[in-house]
């Protein structure tokens, strides 16, 4: 079972900035991958993607101000998150992703994820 850990969140205020990080025990060079968000009370979202290739896609609301970058060497995904807004507010997840009819959709059991929390 693949297990994913996610780290860097924590307690920022409004147009500051973190950098995520997610480390996966096995490799990651074969597959597409993603962070995810739920914010409280609602239902966990995709938020930026890259693939193998290194293209990158990102949700609407952090297109300019997220950054998603993988490192194969040490099996490890990134987000950085830069002016940062009370509603990005979330936990925030990683995962090894397929893609399938046009849908991205996650390939692993869910880590415990981090929190980021955004004051106004």
């Known amino acids: 079972q693949v297990q994913l850990v996610e780290s860097g969140g924590g307690l920022v205020q409004a147009g500051g900035s973190l950098r995520l990080a997610c480390a996966v025990s096995?490799?990651?060079?074969?597959?597409?991958m993603a962070w995810y968000r739920r914010a409280p009370g609602k239902q966990r979202d995709l938020v930026a993607s890259?693939?193998?290739?290194?293209?990158?896609n990102y949700a609407d609301s952090v297109k300019g101000r997220f950054t998603i970058s993988r490192d194969y060497v040490k099996n490890m995904l990134y987000l950085q998150m830069n002016s940062l807004k009370p509603e990005d507010t979330a936990d925030y997840y990683c995962n090894r992703v397929i893609r399938n009819n046009g849908r991205i959709l996650p390939v692993d059991y869910w880590g415990q994820g981090t929190q980021v929390i955004v004051s106004s």
């Open positions: 890259v693939t193998t290739d290194g293209y990158t």
């Open positions: 096995r490799t990651i060079s074969r597959y597409d």
